[in-house]
């Protein structure tokens, strides 16, 4: 996963519309790759997103004023060159074909 996970990026929501659109927003703006979301508790939902780190950087805020119009945004964070234990970490969230850096699929 060394070579994918460049840059976390978080998005968290309050409801699912409007983490659809922060992943819509952060998709279209950058060439980042939106991986999986975590449902929190009691509607709150996390986004996480994947690129280097000024793609991530611009994909969260536009994600984040996304959320902002459609709903409520709990918070975004990005973390730059996370240390190797955060990757292994990031790596269980992540669905088995992008786990470890690995290719899509066609």
């Known amino acids: 996963m060394e070579q994918s996970l460049q840059s976390l990026g978080m998005i968290e929501t309050y409801g699912l519309p409007a983490l659809l659109a922060a992943a819509d927003a952060a998709a ?18 996390t986004l996480c997103i994947l690129g280097d780190v000024a793609a991530v950087k611009a994909a969260v805020d536009a994600g984040g004023q996304a959320a902002r119009a459609v709903g409520k945004l709990l918070g975004v964070h990005v ?27 066609a």
């Open 28 to 45: 279209k703006t950058a060439d980042v790759r939106v991986t999986a979301y975590e449902k929190i508790d009691a509607g709150m939902v």
């Open 79 to 105: 973390i730059a060159r996370p240390d190797a234990a955060i990757a292994q970490f990031i790596d269980s969230l992540l669905p088995p074909d992008l786990a470890g850096g690995g290719e899509h699929s």
